[in-house]
């Protein structure tokens, strides 16, 4: 197939936005470089080590248990007889409502004995598990069960036939999951900063709040950036190249419900503890604070409110141009699955996984020498955001765009439909429910992000997440608790928005 | 069929056309509001401050009344506040600087980025407050303390000088929040006194025996909580808790090392002017202010409990005069923040 001029200017969008994005890798591996042979010494120590082994054990604890909890959830809510599955299919994304840092702060003055370790992968696992959850519900509820049961009437047992037919098509969403899981672990800093757990990410920001030479932070950066690129082939080794999109004659009906008869008890239970743990544990505390500090409600009010403006606007802003930005390659790689088109797609996940103060201050570097009049504006701070947040736009691009079969959109070009149009009457409302997720995702992540905020952002401007981190890095628990309110107010419609992603999939 | 599927399209674009919406909306309620506004103040003086918030606000908004000049705060940490202002080199949009800690502000100082303080203004501060260079000067001060938990250890068992937290029977008996500007300081100011093999040594003990905390506040809870017997802190968080609800600090109290002991540090909090500002009278004038009598009252009425600098002015009434602090004989203007670093490094702690 010859590359039309319009598939040859997606490529060239998409390899700018792969430009773009690893512009912080090259201030970060300049810097590192740059160090010669004080880096191995600075590197090969023991503590480096210890932060080593802390990274991997979270990661190698809250990858699997939030893959194992979100799919199992999914399936109960989707394809089981359980009760009130409409009710859970909402309790279980409310999580994303929740910013990890304020569940964290929340255990922390619950159980404060529950740091470290312990502490940390509870509280991610129950942050992230939605990342999982959210794609492997939607697919399992448009799953057509007839290949399953086809599976079951050649022979096969109801366990082998769901990992022949069924766990094939939830790779995608699994392995997708389980990689925004990873490498949000990478670059978390909230919780573990609160749970007193040190990894690459916590030592890094202290490099910055300490040191006056950024070459350590970049040191440390470029573990991450290694980490990432591991993760990253992992989950291109486990995703697999099979095709999962439906083309087939005949209207889908949906799957019978699997009746879980004495397992229904169990499974309300399991869901129940999960939902306590990861929203009613952080919000009761949250209402418990707001009504110990009720004097200065009033007066809050008035602080809150232009800062809940701001914090609204830059969620919109950062949602759509991350959206904008990962379009032309999640677009590429739905049509033509080559390297290249690989690479351009996995290139902008590379950064996402440095902490935000690292991609801040490369940005604040590349401007203030390159480009000054940007320095400090509200475009810069948008692509900040853009570059860290882009794999939760692209991940959901990705699982829309497969929704709709190049084989449609070649029917379409066939009945005489032009390109544009072809895209919004054709690709679009097949994608349209992912499209809104992705904004959804990123949107949340915008209103919840710290450190390239406080970096970039235009004089002035004051969100949500700084000013709870004010407070609560005060240990101001009255002070801190409107902010995290007004976070948890905002993010719940965004989460009901993202519930529609599964319910509109069929 | 037709009809409802146009249907079900439309309500799945309906949130999508909310969202594109939505910035134009929040453009259109936010215009003219400087607050919620995205674009900075080009009129205003510029106070990058990583100061506490609650502190500079006071000041900006004091100085405003009294001068009319506008003044627009950027926040930030120490360090990397430090380290901004050096990557922006002259084209800095900070006309200010105010600093928690003199080693970040050392370190414009030695980028040659300020411009050197109005006479009045050293003046207005005690002596010794100010570098000979006179580039900057020191706005506040605060004193390193050992916070201890009452019910856990009397006050005969505390260690006599800080440095006998090293001592193998203080292992897991001891807090400290090292990840911080402030904590560099006081390491900066015992470095300075102690010379670099007693301060490594110590640094490697603190890496094995002590527990570490996220900052001064969360050591404090801790200490209060006896998660662990003593802390190592400055003093003013203890004094802004007990003058609040105690919840922090209810079953704890202060030991002073006195004696010039380098744990009875005292670190300056630094304000300068930079020399590519723009509006260079204004912010003379802002930091003359800080310094000046009214200025400094409005320090000591912010309750940070922060020691007032300003010649004549009081400092809180709770608080021990500073001058019998007994602090070691460190020049706060040498302190080498760099070296601090690589031995914090060295010990596994950075």
Same mark, same amino acid.
């Given at each position: 197939?010859?590359?039309?001029?319009?598939?040859?200017?997606?490529?060239?969008?998409?390899?700018?936005?792969?430009?773009?994005?690893?512009?912080?890798?090259?201030?970060?591996?300049?810097?590192?470089?740059?160090?010669?042979?004080?880096?191995?010494?600075?590197?090969?120590?023991?503590?480096?080590?210890?932060?080593?082994?802390?990274?991997? =054990?979270?990661?190698?604890?809250?990858?699997?248990?939030?893959?194992?909890?979100?799919?199992?959830?999914?399936?109960?809510?989707?394809?089981?007889?359980?009760?009130?599955?409409?009710?859970?299919?909402?309790?279980?994304?409310?999580?994303? %409502?929740?910013?990890?840092?304020?569940?964290?702060?929340?255990?922390?003055?619950?159980?404060?004995?529950?740091?470290?370790?312990?502490?940390?992968?509870?509280?991610?696992?129950?942050?992230?598990?939605?990342?999982?959850?959210?794609?492997?519900?939607?697919?399992?509820?448009?799953?057509?069960?007839?290949?399953?049961?086809? $599976?079951?009437?050649?022979?096969?047992?109801?366990?082998?036939?769901?990992?022949?037919?069924?766990?094939?098509?939830?790779?995608?969403?699994?392995?997708?999951?389980?990689?925004?899981?990873?490498?949000?672990?990478?670059?978390?800093?909230?919780?573990?900063?609160?749970?007193?757990?040190?990894?690459?990410?916590?030592?890094?920001?202290?490099?910055?709040?300490?040191?006056?030479?950024?070459?350590?932070?970049?040191?440390?950066?470029?573990?991450?950036?290694?980490?990432?690129?591991?993760?990253?082939?992992?989950?291109?080794?486990?995703?697999?190249?099979?095709?999962?999109?439906?083309?087939?004659?005949?209207?889908?009906?949906?799957?019978?419900?699997?009746?879980?008869?004495?397992?229904?008890?169990?499974?309300?239970?399991?869901?129940?503890?999960?939902?306590?743990?990861?929203?009613?544990?952080?919000?009761?505390?949250?209402?418990?604070?707001?009504?110990?500090?009720?004097?200065?409600?009033?007066?809050?009010?008035?602080?809150?409110?232009?800062?809940?403006?701001?914090?609204?606007?830059?969620?919109?802003?950062?949602?759509? %141009?991350?959206?904008?930005?990962?379009?032309?390659?999640?677009?590429?790689?739905?049509?033509?699955?080559?390297?290249?088109?690989?690479?351009?797609?996995?290139?902008?996940?590379?950064?996402?996984?440095?902490?935000?103060?690292?991609?801040?201050?490369?940005?604040?570097?590349?401007?203030?020498?390159?480009?000054?009049?940007?320095?400090?504006?509200?475009?810069?701070?948008?692509?900040?955001?853009?570059?860290?947040?882009?794999?939760?736009?692209?991940?959901?691009?990705?699982?829309?765009?497969?929704?709709?079969?190049?084989?449609?959109?070649?029917?379409?070009?066939?009945?005489?439909?032009?390109?544009?149009?072809?895209?919004?009457?054709?690709?679009?409302?097949?994608?349209?429910?992912?499209?809104?997720?992705?904004?959804?995702?990123?949107?949340? %992540?915008?209103?919840?992000?710290?450190?390239?905020?406080?970096?970039?952002?235009?004089?002035?401007?004051?969100?949500?997440?700084?000013?709870?981190?004010?407070?609560?890095?005060?240990?101001?628990?009255?002070?801190?608790?409107?902010?995290?309110?007004?976070?948890? =107010?905002?993010?719940?419609?965004?989460?009901?928005?993202?519930?529609?992603?599964?319910?509109?999939?069929? | 069929?037709?009809?409802?599927?146009?249907?079900?399209?439309?309500?799945?674009?309906?949130?999508? $056309?909310?969202?594109?919406?939505?910035?134009?909306?929040?453009?259109?309620?936010?215009?003219?509001?400087?607050?919620?506004?995205?674009?900075?103040?080009?009129?205003?003086?510029?106070?990058?401050?990583?100061?506490?918030?609650?502190?500079?606000?006071?000041?900006?908004?004091?100085?405003?009344?009294?001068?009319?000049?506008?003044?627009?705060?950027?926040?930030?940490?120490?360090?990397?506040?430090?380290?901004?202002?050096?990557?922006?080199?002259?084209?800095?949009?900070?006309?200010?600087?105010?600093?928690?800690?003199?080693?970040?502000?050392?370190?414009?100082?030695?980028?040659?980025?300020?411009?050197?303080?109005?006479?009045?203004?050293?003046?207005?501060?005690?002596?010794?407050?100010?570098?000979?260079?006179?580039?900057?000067?020191?706005? =506040?001060?605060?004193?390193?303390?050992?916070?201890?938990?009452?019910?856990?250890?009397?006050? =005969?068992?505390?260690?006599?000088?800080?440095?006998?937290?090293?001592?193998?029977?203080?292992?897991?008996?001891?807090?400290?929040?090292?990840?911080?500007?402030?904590?560099?300081?006081?390491?900066?100011?015992?470095?300075?006194?102690?010379?670099?093999?007693?301060?490594?040594?110590?640094?490697?003990?603190?890496?094995?025996?002590?527990?570490?905390?996220?900052?001064?506040?969360?050591?404090?809870?801790?200490?209060?909580?006896?998660?662990?017997?003593?802390?190592?802190?400055?003093?003013?968080?203890?004094?802004?808790?007990? %003058?609040?609800?105690?919840?922090?600090?209810?079953?704890?109290?202060?030991?002073?090392?006195?004696?010039?002991?380098?744990?009875?540090?005292?670190?300056?909090?630094?304000?300068?002017?930079?020399?590519?500002?723009?509006?260079?009278?204004?912010?003379?004038?802002?930091?003359?202010?800080?310094?000046?009598?009214?200025?400094?009252?409005?320090?000591?009425?912010?309750?940070?409990?922060?020691?007032?600098?300003?010649?004549?002015?009081?400092?809180?009434?709770?608080?021990?005069?500073?001058?019998?602090?007994?602090?070691?004989?460190?020049?706060?203007?040498?302190?080498?923040?760099?070296?601090?670093?690589?031995?914090?490094?060295?010990?596994?702690?950075?």
């Amino acid at each position: 197939m010859r590359a039309s001029s319009s598939g040859r200017g997606v490529a060239l969008a998409a390899t700018l936005v792969a430009g773009v994005t690893l512009l912080p890798l090259v201030v970060v591996l300049g810097d590192a470089l740059g160090a010669g042979d004080a880096a191995a010494r600075f590197l090969l120590r023991p503590r480096v080590g210890m932060l080593l082994g802390h990274t991997a =054990a979270l990661v190698a604890v809250t990858v699997p248990a939030a893959v194992v909890l979100g799919t199992l959830a999914a399936w109960l809510v989707e394809r089981t007889a359980l009760p009130g599955a409409a009710l859970w299919r909402t309790l279980l994304l409310a999580p994303l %409502a929740v910013p990890a840092f304020v569940s964290a702060y929340a255990w922390v003055s619950v159980a404060p004995s529950m740091t470290g370790f312990a502490g940390s992968a509870l509280v991610t696992t129950l942050a992230y598990f939605p990342f999982v959850f959210l794609p492997a519900a939607a697919m399992l509820r448009v799953l057509d069960p007839g290949d399953e049961e086809a $599976a079951r009437s050649l022979g096969l047992s109801p366990a082998a036939a769901m990992r022949r037919t069924v766990l094939p098509r939830l790779r995608p969403a699994l392995t997708g999951g389980a990689l925004l899981v990873g490498l949000h672990l990478l670059a978390e800093y909230g919780v573990l900063e609160m749970m007193r757990f040190q990894t690459f990410t916590t030592a890094v920001m202290q490099q910055y709040a300490i040191g006056f030479s950024d070459v350590s932070g970049s040191l440390l950066a470029s573990v991450l950036l290694v980490l990432c690129l591991l993760m990253l082939t992992a989950e291109v080794v486990a995703r697999g190249r099979r095709r999962v999109s439906r083309i087939g004659p005949g209207a889908q009906r949906p799957s019978t419900p699997v009746p879980l008869g004495a397992w229904t008890v169990p499974a309300v239970v399991l869901l129940l503890v999960v939902v306590v743990l990861a929203v009613g544990v952080p919000v009761a505390t949250v209402v418990r604070w707001l009504v110990a500090g009720r004097t200065e409600l009033g007066a809050l009010a008035g602080d809150v409110a232009p800062v809940v403006v701001s914090t609204v606007g830059l969620a919109v802003l950062g949602a759509l %141009a991350t959206l904008v930005a990962a379009l032309p390659a999640a677009w590429l790689l739905s049509r033509r699955r080559t390297v290249a088109s690989l690479l351009l797609e996995r290139a902008t996940f590379v950064a996402s996984a440095l902490p935000g103060v690292v991609v801040g201050l490369a940005l604040v570097t590349l401007s203030v020498r390159w480009a000054p009049g940007i320095y400090q504006t509200l475009g810069l701070l948008v692509v900040g955001y853009a570059i860290g947040f882009i794999p939760r736009s692209m991940v959901a691009l990705r699982a829309g765009l497969a929704a709709s079969p190049t084989e449609l959109s070649d029917a379409a070009r066939s009945l005489g439909l032009r390109g544009p149009s072809r895209l919004v009457r054709v690709v679009l409302p097949l994608a349209a429910p992912s499209v809104l997720a992705g904004l959804v995702l990123v949107a949340l %992540a915008v209103g919840t992000e710290l450190t390239a905020t406080l970096l970039l952002a235009p004089t002035g401007v004051d969100t949500l997440a700084l000013a709870f981190w004010r407070a609560a890095a005060e240990l101001d628990y009255a002070g801190a608790a409107p902010y995290a309110a007004a976070m948890i =107010a905002l993010s719940a419609p965004a989460t009901l928005l993202l519930r529609r992603q599964i319910v509109v999939a069929r | 069929m037709d009809g409802r599927t146009n249907l079900v399209t439309l309500k799945r674009r309906t949130p999508l $056309a909310v969202l594109l919406l939505t910035p134009l909306a929040v453009s259109a309620c936010s215009g003219g509001s400087a607050e919620a506004g995205f674009e900075p103040e080009p009129d205003a003086l510029q106070v990058y401050s990583s100061q506490h918030r609650n502190v500079t606000e006071a000041w900006a908004e004091a100085f405003t009344e009294e001068t009319g000049i506008p003044t627009q705060v950027r926040e930030g940490q120490d360090s990397s506040m430090g380290q901004m202002i050096v990557e922006e080199g002259d084209a800095s949009p900070a006309d200010v600087f105010l600093t928690e800690n003199s080693p970040a502000m050392t370190v414009v100082e030695r980028a040659g980025l300020l411009a050197p303080v109005d006479d009045v203004t050293l003046g207005q501060v005690r002596d010794g407050m100010a570098p000979s260079s006179g580039d900057w000067t020191a706005i =506040a001060a605060r004193s390193t303390v050992l916070v201890y938990n009452t019910e856990l250890i009397t006050e =005969a068992e505390l260690p006599t000088s800080i440095m006998d937290l090293a001592d193998p029977a203080w292992d897991g008996r001891w807090a400290a929040a090292p990840g911080g500007a402030d904590f560099q300081a006081i390491v900066a100011g015992m470095l300075a006194d102690q010379g670099e093999e007693a301060t490594g040594a110590w640094l490697s003990a603190l890496a094995e025996n002590a527990e570490v905390y996220q900052n001064n506040i969360a050591t404090m809870n801790a200490v209060s909580a006896g998660e662990v017997p003593v802390g190592i802190m400055y003093h003013y968080y203890w004094y802004r808790d007990q %003058a609040g609800d105690r919840e922090g600090s209810a079953d704890t109290a202060l030991h002073y090392f006195g004696n010039e002991d380098p744990g009875a540090f005292v670190s300056l909090s630094g304000g300068g002017v930079l020399a590519s500002s723009d509006m260079p009278d204004e912010a003379q004038r802002f930091l003359a202010y800080v310094t000046s009598p009214a200025g400094q009252q409005v320090l000591v009425d912010s309750g940070s409990m922060e020691y007032a600098v300003g010649r004549d002015v009081a400092s809180d009434p709770a608080l021990p005069p500073v001058a019998e602090l007994g602090a070691p004989p460190v020049d706060p203007f040498t302190l080498d923040a760099d070296e601090v670093v690589s031995l914090m490094t060295d010990a596994g702690i950075l």
